[in-house]
């Protein structure tokens, strides 16, 4: 099993700057595609990023290119999203999956950490 445990979010002032963090255990995700997801009251789950094993592959949602950055330290099992002129339409939770190798779902996810980003 894997436990995937995000932090970093909080309250942010549009323009700002955030960096998740998303902490595995249980087992080593170094072989594992990475993803971040978010939902806002109301609304369905979004796509927000996501990287392969090697952190060669990088994906982004339309909405957050070129402002969200994804990276992954597989010595220290962790997976960042690094959120930069975030706007108040990026307010939601954020939850940081785990998908194994030849899995087409994501088989892991964390209980996510509250973006709130103000006007």
């Known amino acids: 099993q894997v436990q995937l445990v995000e932090s970093g979010g909080g309250l942010v002032q549009a323009g700002g700057s955030l960096r998740l963090s998303c902490a595995a255990s249980?087992?080593?995700?170094?072989?594992?595609?990475m993803g971040w997801f978010r939902q806002a009251p109301g609304k369905e789950r979004e796509f927000v990023a996501s990287i392969n094993w090697n952190a060669v592959n990088t994906y982004y949602g339309d909405s957050v290119k070129g402002r969200f950055t994804i990276s992954r330290d597989n010595a220290k099992n962790t997976v960042y999203l690094q959120m930069v002129s975030l706007k108040p339409e990026d307010t939601a939770v954020y939850y940081c999956?785990?998908?194994?190798?030849?899995?087409?779902?994501?088989?892991?996810w964390g209980q996510g950490t509250q973006v709130t980003v103000s006007s």
């Open positions: 999956a785990a998908r194994q190798a030849g899995s087409t779902d994501y088989n892991y």
């Open positions: 249980g087992r080593t995700v170094a072989g594992y595609a």
